[in-house]
């Protein structure tokens, strides 16, 4: 399983270095499909491979699907970038991780 960092501080990342998001949809009494109840994002760059079952703690809520796709793309440019080369599976990719 692949995981991305989620997280409240992402100004101050943006601040020190740039490093780039995607903002998740949140409410006060939490997003009705993100359950999120606070400003937050998904980190790009921050990725984990999570090999052991007893590594999940829990699962939250769901990434709407025009969001999901958002976080894809930029993930496939970040490690695009990385590799310096064009990506045509990220599952390819995150297996080398």
């Known amino acids: 399983m692949h995981v991305i960092g989620v997280s409240t501080k992402h100004k101050h990342y943006y601040a020190l270095n740039g490093t780039p998001y995607v903002q998740l949809p949140f409410a006060a009494r939490g997003h009705a499909a993100t ?8 980190i790009i760059g921050w990725y ?18 025009a969001i999901m796709a958002k ?17 045509t599976n990220l599952r390819q990719v995150f297996d080398l991780l």
């Open 48 to 65: 984990h491979r999570i090999d052991i079952p007893d590594d999940v703690v829990g699962f939250g809520g769901d990434v709407p699907n």
């Open 71 to 87: 976080i894809n793309q930029q993930v496939r440019t970040d490690l695009e970038k990385k590799l310096g080369k064009a990506i």
């Open 35 to 42: 359950g999120l109840n606070a400003d937050c994002v998904a």
